[in-house]
Every structure is written in structure tokens, then in C-alpha cells.
């Protein structure tokens, strides 16, 4: 079993900053990729950034030069940095992680429960 628990959603007005986190727990060998994913109300679900397990990172076009993915290795954890945020930021968060799970080794993906970002104009 692995668990992915996240925090640091919530509401901002335009402009400002937040910082999300999710850590992995349980059952891992080893993580490849960590990204998050963002829906909005009435759209599909879309990834925002992701990092693999050498550090090379990729964002969508709408994040780029605001928005930082990291990662903490040894924690098992990964980050959001999210700078000058818009309106239009305004979504449920999702951290998602590839990994390699313990017992028989086996790849799952694995995603957490979701965090709301509001940000008002």
C-alpha cells in the first residue's frame, strides 16, 4: 500500500504565492516521476509539472516562469512552488507519482486526494 498526502491548498487573492506538498508513504522501492495535475470545475484534468528522479522537470505552457516543481528525495516528497497566481489557477490539485512498490516489484501510479487552490481577483 502507498498513501500520497497533501497540503497547502487554499484561497489567494491574484498575484500571491502558495506552496504545495505531498508526501509518499508506504510500501516503495523507488519513485521515478512526481508531478501534479490540476482540474477546474467543467474541464479535464491536466498536468501542471513533473520531475523525474534526476531532477528534469517540465511545465505546462500556462505555469511557465510562475510555477516550480522540486523534490525531496529523501522524504519522498515533492513541492509546488506557485508564484504571481491567477484566477484562472483556480483547481482541484492532484499530486501524482510513478513508482516501484516493495514485495513482488511492480510499477503503480498512485494519486492523492486532491487540494483546492481558489484564487480571487
Known amino acids: 500500500q502507498v498513501q500520497l498526502v497533501e497540503s497547502g491548498g487554499g484561497l489567494v487573492q491574484a498575484g500571491e504565492s502558495l506552496r504545495l506538498s505531498c508526501a509518499a508513504s508506504g510500501s516503495i522501492f523507488s519513485i521515478n516521476v512526481m508531478g501534479w495535475y490540476r482540474q477546474a470545475p467543467g474541464k479535464q484534468r491536466e498536468l501542471v509539472a513533473r520531475?523525474?528522479?534526476?531532477?528534469?522537470?517540465n511545465y505546462a505552457d500556462s505555469v511557465k516562469g510562475r510555477f516550480t516543481i522540486s523534490r525531496d528525495n529523501a522524504k519522498n516528497a515533492v513541492y509546488l512552488q506557485m508564484s504571481s497566481l491567477k484566477p484562472e489557477d483556480t483547481a482541484v490539485y492532484y499530486c501524482n507519482v510513478g513508482l516501484i512498490a516493495t514485495g513482488p516489484h511492480r510499477f503503480l501510479e498512485v494519486w492523492g486526494q486532491g487540494t483546492l487552490v481558489t484564487v480571487s481577483s
Open positions: 520531475i523525474t528522479s534526476s531532477g528534469s522537470t
